[in-house]
């Protein structure tokens, strides 16, 4: 069954679409942490759909209110509904400290590449600049704005121009810089300082710095603590808006409800989404400080900014997290992932670093030379996946294996998944 819906996909969707080279599974089902495949195949699933699924596949508590929710209306624009206005009061009950109470919310629609886009506007209309600092390896999605500060060329290359007045600096990566921890972050920020001070070397006017707490796509790099910080002195010393993007660091991923918590610094604009739809509906928002609150009605349109089905699942997924102190959970499971994983780097010198916080966590290899090793990665996961576990990439070189769970895993269940992977490790460095 899966070979024939992958073949009736191959002939008739887009050649854009991304996984089915990689790991040919068709999906029929997902409850909590697993999914079967249309064989009947059980799969543990470490990936989440891109960290989607923070409560689980098709999680009963949250789809109760998607049933009662599209049975009495399905779509509004901006008017005000229970959903609506239920989910902005969550969102301030759980921003970063130095945002609740004063937290405000434009929604945005199904992609988080939409609220990045928000957030760059906001950030422009707010201080009258123009340019951005954004950082190497970072991912913000893949609409204009949202690639232009993206640090890849990868995603980006084929689509100039783009946004000008874009410049990024380097971000903290201990392991692939050589540097230590604290040298990492030293260099990051005299270079973001240097762009931000130098009109010839740097930006001549600049709106707003975004930065992802820890990087996603760019291999769960995890910047050591100080870095946000003096990313947050140097955004006010220069009256700079601060933007943290924590569309995949968020909503609970890292153990705490954003990644920026575990450092106590609080951004002037976030950017969520992914998780925010609680079992996948498409929602993103970008929540901001009062202060920043300028925009007049209507300067930020949009048909679907809050869907109120993937609002009630939000607002339910977020309950969920706290009536099952999921938060605490993630930071255990994640400590016993890593331990785990850590184990198998004992072994060998091909697992070069395992780090991230909570369940958003990677594991970097590398060749026998050190540098990047992908195709060792890509043997892993496919490995895993013949034996019942998905896990994904992640990495310029794909050589970061990325274990993003739903926050249900259960202890048991990650036991299994982590001996598959072990042995998966220790298969494919033989
Ligand atoms: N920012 C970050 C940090 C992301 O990880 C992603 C998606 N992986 C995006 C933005 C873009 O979100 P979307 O794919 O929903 O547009």
């Known amino acids: 069954n899966t070979r024939a819906l992958l073949e009736k ?49 098709s999680n009963p508590y949250v ?37 609740q109470g004063n937290n405000r919310v434009v929604f945005g629609g199904p992609t988080g590449s939409d609220a990045v886009e928000a957030s760059i506007k906001l950030a422009k209309y707010n201080t009258g600049g123009d340019g951005l600092i954004a950082f190497r390896g970072a991912y913000h999605g893949a609409t204009t704005g949202a690639m232009s500060v993206t640090g890849n060329k990868k995603f980006k290359g084929h689509y100039t121009p783009l946004l000008s007045d874009v410049v990024h600096a380097p971000y903290p990566y201990p392991f692939r810089q050589d540097k230590s921890p604290q040298e990492a972050v030293d260099h990051a920020l005299e270079e973001l300082k240097a762009i931000v001070e130098d009109p010839y070397g740097g930006l001549a006017n600049p709106a707003g710095i975004i930065v992802e707490p820890i990087q996603g796509e760019g291999g769960i790099v ?73 925009w007049g009605s209507g300067d930020h349109a949009g048909t679907y900014r809050g869907h109120v089905v993937a609002m009630r699942a939000g607002t339910r997924a977020i309950e969920y997290i706290q009536e099952h102190e999921l938060l605490a959970h993630a930071r255990e499971l994640g ?58 990439t992640a990495g310029r070189h794909g050589n970061i294996l990325r274990c993003i769970p739903p926050l249900v895993l259960t202890h048991d269940l990650a036991e299994t998944a982590l001996d598959v992977i072990v042995d998966g490790i220790e298969h494919a460095v033989d």
Request: aromatic share 8%; proline share 4%.
């Open 335 to 392: 400590e016993y992932i890593q331990g785990r994983l850590q184990e198998a780097a004992d072994e060998t010198d091909r697992l070069g670093q395992i780090r991230g916080k909570g369940l958003f966590i990677g594991a970097e290899f590398v060749d026998s030379d050190g540098k990047p090793d992908g195709d060792l990665v890509d043997d892993i996961q496919q490995y895993c996946f013949e034996h019942g576990v998905l896990v994904w």
């Open 63 to 99: 789809l109760e209110a998607v049933h009662e929710q599209a049975d009495k209306f399905v779509h509004t624009v901006d008017f005000p509904t229970e959903a609506r206005l239920e989910l902005i009061e969550k969102l301030d009950e759980i921003a970063p400290a130095g945002m």
């Open 222 to 294: 995890t910047p050591p603590k100080g870095f946000l910080q003096g990313v947050r002195d140097i955004a006010d010393e220069n009256d700079i808006v601060l933007i943290f993007d924590e569309i995949q660091s968020g909503l609970g991923r890292t153990g705490e409800w954003w990644a920026c918590d575990w450092e106590g610094v609080t951004p002037d604009v976030m950017t969520s989404a992914k998780a925010l739809g609680g079992v996948g509906f498409p929602l993103s928002a970008t929540m901001y400080k009062e202060e920043l609150d300028t």
């Open 9 to 57: 996909q191959e002939d008739i969707d887009s050649s854009a679409v991304a996984y089915p080279n990689d790991i040919p599974i068709a999906f029929e089902e997902g409850k909590g942490a697993t999914v079967r495949d249309a064989d009947g195949n059980t799969y543990i699933d470490m990936f989440a759909g891109i960290g989607v699924l923070n409560v689980g596949h």
